[in-house]
């Protein structure tokens, strides 16, 4: 590796590429690190971080109003949407610095420009500069992308622009029904605006359980967010400082805000990826194998980028991976099964494992236990809202193949019970365990009654 200027060039600063910058230098490579805009990437400065620093404001509202069926009195609560913002952005910059810090003492050379590839082992740099490297990552994650073109499409925002709103809008028109769209309706919700949420599909969060789905819905329906599914934004138009929003229903929806959480697609655009050999895969991510090699042996590509399961943890293992394979000597695959995955909404969703619809296609026999109930806080609170835990097993070998939870503190109780799963578990070892009285979790390990059975079914 003598004759290139670094061992590694990594290019893109967020979750994956920190952490294979930081292990590869730890494993005694020579590493450049590439980032156009700002380190720490997607999850900390635009995306995970201060998304739930966000949820936890907009969910003081609930606390406030349900204090008082515990004797609480309180004064009129107000709310300060550049006081939030500006916490918000200081705290981002600590973590920002801390990063810088961390990769720096580890002996990685930060470069804060665009980097593209010239061609398999160069690099070329926007002020010019051309480093020479043995191996290339290309770890560049993803942008928002607003769909099909509509008039006035450049008066919506995408969640970048969220976090940098000069004010909380009154009216807010979220489009979108995967996470990022069902959180931010909540984040805008709990803060005190009205909200609508406009989705083109028959439910909001496809690819999670069904029974979810419906209980999240109905909880964010009585929460006050009008949700229109079967419909979806035609055009925008502007009206002074508010916004119409055409629907393909013939309705209008007047805004002062109008976000578009569509998806995303994975930054492989002007990369320089298609002079170099680099192929593209059919999700539009970059094709990789179980290594997160591309098709041109030196080149490897990590995070959402490949758009295999797009989360910060995954992006970090997958990095961790690849320097372990190329610097550390131990070829090491990434496991993208069992990952558990939560949506911060309002009420919070935690999911782990097969859908019951995956079971029933994929399984012999299916069996499912089911829980709903008023969760005890709601008893005094008088809250209308009710908790869904629901595991989902296989009925021949008793396995627990999934586990899904609508309610308070859902992320937490489906971090610990994928540890069960992803173990292999059985449902004899969940009714094995004790109860811990009184939580909500506890009903995960009490569900005695099946709700029902099934046995395969044709196709998922
Ligand atoms: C609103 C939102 C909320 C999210 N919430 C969660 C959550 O709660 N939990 C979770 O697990 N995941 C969440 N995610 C997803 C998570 O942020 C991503 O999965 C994760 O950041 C992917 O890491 P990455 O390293 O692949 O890419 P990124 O973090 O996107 O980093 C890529 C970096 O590359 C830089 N870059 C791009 N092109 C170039 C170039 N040519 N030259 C130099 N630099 C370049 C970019 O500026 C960026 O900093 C959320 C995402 C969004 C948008």
Redesign the pocket.
């Known amino acids: 590796m003598a004759d290139y200027d670094v061992d590694l060039f990594v290019?893109?600063?967020?979750?994956?590429?920190v952490r294979a910058s930081r292990m590869a230098a730890q494993h005694g490579a020579r590493v450049m690190l590439?980032?156009?805009?700002?380190v720490g990437?997607?999850?900390v400065?635009?995306?995970?971080v201060p998304?739930?620093l966000l949820v936890y404001a907009s969910r003081f509202r609930a606390e406030f109003e349900d204090a008082a069926g515990f004797g609480w009195t309180l004064q009129h609560a107000t709310f300060d949407w550049p006081t939030l913002i500006a916490n918000k952005d200081k705290e981002i910059a600590r973590l920002e610095a801390a990063y810088t810090a961390t990769l720096e003492k580890a002996g990685v050379t930060i470069v804060k420009?665009?980097?593209?590839l010239a061609d398999a082992h160069t690099v070329q740099l926007t002020d010019g500069q051309r480093v020479r490297a043995a191996y290339v990552l290309i770890?560049?994650?993803?942008a928002p992308s607003y769909g099909d073109p509509i008039p006035g499409i450049e008066h919506a925002i995408s969640?970048n622009e969220a976090f940098h709103l000069p004010r909380l809008p009154t009216h807010v028109v979220v489009q979108g029904g995967g996470y990022?769209a069902v959180e931010f309706a909540g984040i805008f919700a709990g803060l005190g605006a009205h909200v609508t949420l406009v989705y083109r599909g028959e439910n909001i969060l496809r690819g999670f359980d069904d029974d979810v789905r419906q209980h999240l819905r109905m909880d964010m329906e009585k929460h006050g967010i009008r949700v229109l599914t079967g419909c979806k934004v035609t055009a925008i138009e502007r009206t002074g400082a508010r916004f119409s929003a055409h629907l393909s229903s013939g309705n209008q929806l007047t805004a002062e805000c109008v976000m578009f959480a569509t998806g995303?697609r994975a930054?492989v655009a002007k990369?320089g990826l298609e002079e170099a050999g680099v192929a593209i895969a059919k999700n539009g991510g970059l094709a990789v194998d179980e290594y997160s090699r591309t098709s041109v042996a030196n080149i490897y590509g990590?995070?959402?980028?490949t758009n295999r399961v797009?989360?910060?943890?995954?992006?970090i293992r997958e990095g961790a991976a690849f320097a372990d394979t190329v610097f550390g000597g131990k070829a090491t695959a990434v496991d993208h099964t069992n990952v558990p995955t939560?949506v911060?909404s309002d009420p919070e969703v935690g999911a782990v494992g097969l859908t019951e619809a995956q079971a029933r296609s994929r399984l012999a026999r299916t069996d499912v236990y089911k829980a709903m109930f008023k969760p005890l806080k709601a008893t005094l609170s008088g809250r209308d809202t009710t908790v869904l835990l629901k595991l989902v097993v296989d009925g021949v070998t008793d396995r627990v193949v999934g586990c899904h939870v609508v309610g308070e503190g859902a992320a937490e109780m489906v971090q610990v019970a994928a540890i069960a799963v992803k173990t292999g578990a059985s449902k004899a070892d969940f009714d094995a365990t004790m109860a811990l009285h009184p939580t909500t979790a506890e009903e995960l390990v009490t569900m005695r009654q099946k709700s029902a059975t099934y046995a395969r079914e044709a196709a998922e």
């Open positions: 290019i893109g600063g967020g979750s994956g590429g590439a980032e156009e805009y700002r990437g997607t999850c400065i635009r995306g995970c998304k739930k420009r665009r980097a593209v770890a560049t994650g993803g969640s990022v995303r930054n990369m990590i995070g959402d980028v797009n989360l910060t943890p995954v992006a939560a911060f």
